[in-house]
């Protein structure tokens, strides 16, 4: 099926949802994004890219042309929390052409708002918009009160998707008593490496963003307390930095600084049995939400992007398509959401003999074999859609 003039409306004007949009695009489809906020914006978070996302970036046209105030780390050191002590140093696969970067959300998101714009597609803000109908024949989407109908539609509407409750049944969302916390701070002038630092019950990670000009932090924790599944819940800068007031005077220094932070509470999402139903599809979190502990949760929905776009354009019939993007894509997000899980756990460590075990093991491991770590995950790293 060609996507020549195809009309695709994709609901959702996140990573995902406007990589897919360009894709589209590029494929001579006719293209409409519809965007519940009244713009599209980013405030206060940072994000990591590796090399498989470059990958798709590269071909969307966005990297490097659209991207300019990027960092490039070398790797990222794993400290103690408390007394702040080196325990291993991992390399990032930094690859000519598809290097690991580190950036701005919101500069990201404007990269590729500004690549969709250049390739025509339509973008209506303030749009509470819904997949209502859907058949073998096309689809319908309903934005405030007006009704569009498309070829295909996608729901690329995020976690929280909407368009998921609605046509795929998904079981309730269940609470891991963890919440993440998130700000920016000016550097300064300060040169910080990106670390993490792994405590008891919880870690922080901090890392540059926009060419050193600010630290971005992530603090994450075992919390009780419920908090929504929602990436702008206001929370105190104050409490942030008393949770975390037990990590190293040297964080605590960098942690007094912040004016302003965003908590979010972290979820389990049971697998759904389909990502499509007739001529409505996921991508990226709304068909598989990732826990944050790999950071390859926009990278996944980039990767989501390519390979729908691509087996559309290959696959005489769409349901085909549509199964066949599933099959292709879920093993290995599967897979992903697995690891990072994993990691998580190997993060938090409470029991003072397991941290010791485990960091002692990853120091013989740095000793002895130091290529393992840095090859471990080439799986994912060096995957290339």
């Not at 690859?95 to 590729?112: E, K, N, S």
């Not at 409750?165 to 000016?186: C, E, K, N, T």
Request: aromatic share 10%; proline share 4%; glycine share 8%.
């Amino acid at each position: 099926m060609s996507l020549l003039d195809k009309n695709i409306g994709i609901i959702g004007g996140g990573i995902g949802g406007l990589a897919s949009a360009i894709f589209f695009a590029k494929f001579g489809s006719r293209v409409t994004i519809f965007e519940k906020a009244s713009e599209i914006s980013e405030v206060g978070a940072g994000i990591q890219i590796s090399a498989n996302g470059i990958n798709i970036l590269s071909k969307l046209g966005v990297y490097p042309d659209y991207l300019e105030e990027v960092c490039f780390p070398d790797s990222i050191l794993f400290k103690d929390y408390k007394a702040g002590k080196p325990i291993i140093e991992i390399k990032h696969n930094q690859d000519i052409d598809f290097p690991y970067v580190q950036l701005h959300r919101a500069d990201l998101v404007d990269a590729l708002v500004s690549r969709a714009k250049d390739l025509g597609v339509k973008i209506i803000l303030g749009s509470n918009a819904i997949a209502i109908k859907t058949d073998l024949n096309g689809s319908k989407i309903k934005s405030n009160s007006n009704i569009y109908n498309f070829d295909l539609t996608v729901a690329a509407d995020g976690m929280n998707s909407g368009v998921r409750q609605y046509w795929f049944g998904q079981s309730a969302a269940l609470f891991m008593d963890q919440v993440a916390w998130r700000a920016l701070i000016p550097s300064d002038g300060n040169n910080i490496e990106p670390t993490v630092f792994m405590g008891i019950n919880k870690h922080l990670v901090m890392y540059p963003i926009r060419n050193g000009e600010l630290i971005n932090i992530i603090g994450v924790q075992s919390n009780k307390n419920i908090v929504p599944e929602n990436w702008n819940n206001e929370g105190s800068p104050e409490k942030f930095c008393n949770e975390f007031s037990d990590f190293s005077p040297s964080v605590n220094r960098i942690l007094s600084k912040i004016k302003t932070v965003k908590l979010w509470g972290l979820y389990s999402h049971p697998p759904l049995k389909s990502w499509s139903n007739d001529n409505v599809v996921l991508l990226g979190d709304a068909a598989h939400p990732i826990l944050p502990f790999m950071a390859q949760g926009s990278c996944m929905a980039l990767e989501d992007a390519a390979v729908l776009t691509s087996v559309l354009n290959d696959t005489n019939n769409i349901n085909n398509a549509l199964k066949k993007y599933e099959k292709i894509r879920k093993k290995r997000v599967t897979d992903i959401q697995k690891i990072s899980s994993k990691n998580g756990k190997a993060f938090h460590l409470s029991n003072l003999i397991l941290r010791k075990l485990f960091q002692l093991n990853l120091r013989l491991i740095a000793k002895v074999y130091p290529s393992f770590l840095n090859k471990r995950f080439n799986w994912i790293y060096r995957y290339k859609v």
